[in-house]
């Protein structure tokens, strides 16, 4: 059964750092396509970063590019987002997802989901 459990969010002021992660269960995550999605209230589901082992390819948004980085622990099978240099607009619902091979930031390229983890950034 695959699952996926994000964990590490919470409120951070604005310049802060948090890294999420994303333990995976039911599926080896270094052959598939792992991506972090953010969303906020009213707006649709945003792609943040992707992570293909396999296809040795990485993706990241142009909104947080230069502030978010994504690793992962294969010991864990648990992936990661850095997030650093956080801005009230990281605001949001973030969820991570597994795909197929390559990588990808839009929804539906996505089968399963993890439950999400709240990140707030305010002063």
């Known amino acids: 059964q695959v699952q996926l459990v994000e964990s590490g969010g919470g409120l951070v002021q604005p310049g802060g750092s948090l890294r999420l992660s994303c333990a995976a269960s039911?599926?080896?995550?270094?052959?598939?396509?792992i991506a972090w999605f953010r969303q906020v209230p009213g707006k649709e589901r945003e792609g943040v970063s992707c992570l293909s082992v396999s296809a040795g390819v990485s993706s990241i948004a142009d909104s947080v590019k230069g502030r978010f980085a994504t690793s992962r622990d294969r010991a864990k099978n648990t992936v990661y987002l850095q997030m650093d240099n956080l801005k009230p607009e990281d605001t949001g619902v973030y969820y991570c997802a597994k795909g197929s091979y390559y990588c990808s930031l839009q929804t539906p390229d996505f089968g399963s989901w993890g439950q999400g983890t709240q990140v707030i950034v305010s002063s």
């Open positions: 039911g599926f080896t995550l270094d052959n598939y396509a």
